[in-house]
């Protein structure tokens, strides 16, 4: 609360008196004046703390009679905003929710692609999420697709190899079994076990081979689901 003041003012006599050489001036408010009972006028005599002193002059005046202090409201201070949500994705702190399946912010952390990017894969329908509400759900076969679009987008490979790679990725590569690598050579993608029917493709190649690691990646999704990463 910050104090403001009002001031009232009321009338008076400013009078100078005299006696002898000494020459005095005292104001006093016509309240005042009429208590005393008798007009104060020019060349009459009165009494100040007993002394008699003579009414030289009396001029009309106005005094600050009294000072009012009041109280009004501060103003209210503007909150301020609140801190923004931290939403750089944390794998260590991204957590399995309760169904089994991952969220798109837990996706976002494993396979580091960004939201914008998984949400444009899901309206392509190249990984179609799965809706509760508001939110998205992955489960694990369509976890380890965007794994695996992520890790190629990451090598520059053109999105209509992607999407031929993506089809024929099914449940049955989730469960245990040789290395499986995806080989992508001339153009085409090719799911293969093993070591030597890799080296046997890349010998075969005349371009050459780029090689994903479908094993690692099958790894990092199970881990993810068991919470030992998410």
Partial sequence: MSPTLSRESQQAKRITLKRGRETRTVVISNENLRDLGTPVLVGKDVK???????????????????????????????ASPPNPPN???NPRKASLNG??????RQMVAL?????????????????????????NYYDRIDALKILVIASLRRKHVCLKIIRAAVRQIS?????????TFLVLSGGRPLFVQGASTVLRAAQSSKDGIQLL????LVEKVNAAYQGALL
């Fill in 48 to 78: 100040i703390d007993g002394k008699p002193w003579s009414v030289w002059d009396v001029q009309d005046v106005s005094i600050l009679a009294r000072i009012q202090i009041a109280q009004r409201p501060a103003p209210t201070p503007k």
């Fill in 213 to 216: 690691s479908i094993s690692e």
């Fill in 171 to 179: 449940a049955e590569f989730l469960e245990p079994q040789q290395d």
């Fill in 87 to 89: 939403t750089t994705p």
């Fill in 111 to 135: 396979s580091g692609a960004s939201t914008r990017q998984i949400q444009w894969w899901h309206e392509h329908k190249i990984v179609i999420a799965h809706h509760e509400g508001h939110a």
């Fill in 99 to 104: 169904e089994g399946r991952l969220r798109s």
